[in-house]
């Protein structure tokens, strides 16, 4: 019903940039927050930023500064501007939204199948 497509992950230097972009698809009555989330090799999952519908952010300490958030609500996409990767920011980043598919319905996690970064010299 609901498919998250990430793309935009890749190979970068240490200090450099990229822009990750998910966008949703299918059938659904309404998206709620969207984030992305990040898991390392041998770790666990864990949020990087999140934004809702209005516009508020949230963003893991570890990223602060370096990362922006934000979302186009007409075509259901979110994105992240990546800035002063470090090594330690390499991970699988996946997309998630929250939505509600039909009206009176629950409002469910969906996550895209994710895209990977790596930062390296």
């Known amino acids: 019903q609901v498919q998250l497509v990430e793309s935009g992950g890749g190979l970068v230097q240490p200090g450099g940039s990229l822009r990750l972009t998910c966008a949703a698809s299918?059938?659904?009555?309404?998206?709620?927050?969207m984030g992305w989330y990040r898991q390392a090799l041998g770790k666990q999952r864990e949020l990087v930023a999140t934004i809702n519908s209005g516009g508020s952010t949230n963003y893991a300490d570890s990223v602060k500064g370096r990362f922006t958030i934000s979302r186009d609500n007409v075509k259901n996409t979110v994105y992240l501007q990546m800035s002063a990767l470090k090594p330690e920011d390499t991970a699988e980043y996946y997309c998630?939204?929250?939505?509600?598919?039909?009206?009176?319905?629950?409002?469910?996690?969906?996550w895209g199948e994710g895209t990977q970064v790596t930062v390296s010299s």
């Open positions: 299918g059938r659904f009555f309404n998206i709620y927050a």
């Open positions: 998630n939204a929250n939505v509600r598919v039909r009206i009176g319905g629950l409002v469910t996690d969906y």
